[in-house]
C-alpha cells in the first residue's frame, strides 16, 4: 500500500510541476499582464524585495487618481528602469509618485506615456522565490525534467499485476 501511496504522490507532484510551468504562461495570455519582481525597498511595506507583482496593462487614466499604485518606465528606449510607486499628486499632464517608503516624491513628474500598468496582485516570500526561479531558463529545465522523471516512475508491482490481469481475456472451459 505504501508503494501505491508513493506512485501517487510522485504522479501528483509532476502534474503540480507542470502547472508550476504553464500557469504563468496562460495568465499572461488571458490576461495581458506581465511579471515584474521587485528590485528596491521603496514600496515597503506594501511590496518588500523579492515580491512578483502582476501587472494590468495600462488603460489610460492611471495617474489620475491620489494614492492610485502605478508602474512606470523611465530611461531611454522605451524604459530601462520600471518601478511602481504611488500617486502623490495629479498634474494637467501627468502626475507626481513617491514610493511608500520614501521620504520625498520622485525626483520628476511622469507622464501617461511612461505608465506601463498597475499591479493586480503580488506572490511573495517563498513562493515569489519558487516562481521566479520558474520562469528562468534553468529552472524551467529542472522543474520540467523532475516533472517527467515523476511521470515515469513505475507503478508498484500489484498494480502493474493487477492491470494485466484486467488486460487478459477470461478463459472459458
Not at 500557469?23 to 511595506?45: C, H, I, L, N, Y
Not at 499628486?89 to 505608465?115: F, H, I, K, Y
Amino acid at each position: 500500500m505504501v508503494h501505491r501511496a508513493t506512485h501517487i504522490l510522485a504522479r501528483t507532484t509532476a502534474v503540480l510541476f507542470l502547472i508550476l510551468l504553464v500557469a504563468p504562461f496562460v495568465w499572461q495570455t488571458v490576461t495581458g499582464d506581465r511579471f515584474m519582481r521587485v528590485s528596491s525597498g521603496s514600496m515597503e511595506p506594501t511590496y518588500t524585495v523579492g515580491d512578483v507583482i502582476s501587472v494590468r496593462p495600462a488603460e489610460g487614466g492611471e495617474l489620475t487618481r491620489v494614492g492610485a499604485e502605478v508602474v512606470v518606465a523611465m530611461g531611454a528606449a522605451g524604459g530601462d528602469t520600471r518601478y511602481v510607486h504611488r500617486v502623490e499628486e495629479v498634474l494637467a499632464d501627468g502626475a507626481w509618485l513617491r514610493g511608500d517608503n520614501n521620504s520625498e516624491r520622485d525626483p520628476q513628474p511622469v507622464t501617461q506615456a511612461q505608465v506601463e500598468g498597475t499591479p493586480r496582485f503580488a506572490v511573495t516570500g517563498h513562493v515569489a522565490d519558487l516562481f521566479t526561479v520558474s520562469q528562468e531558463g534553468a529552472g524551467r529545465v529542472v522543474i520540467a525534467g523532475a516533472a517527467l522523471a515523476l511521470l515515469f516512475v513505475p507503478a508498484p508491482a500489484a498494480s502493474r499485476a493487477a492491470l494485466a490481469e484486467k488486460k487478459q481475456p477470461a478463459v472459458q472451459t
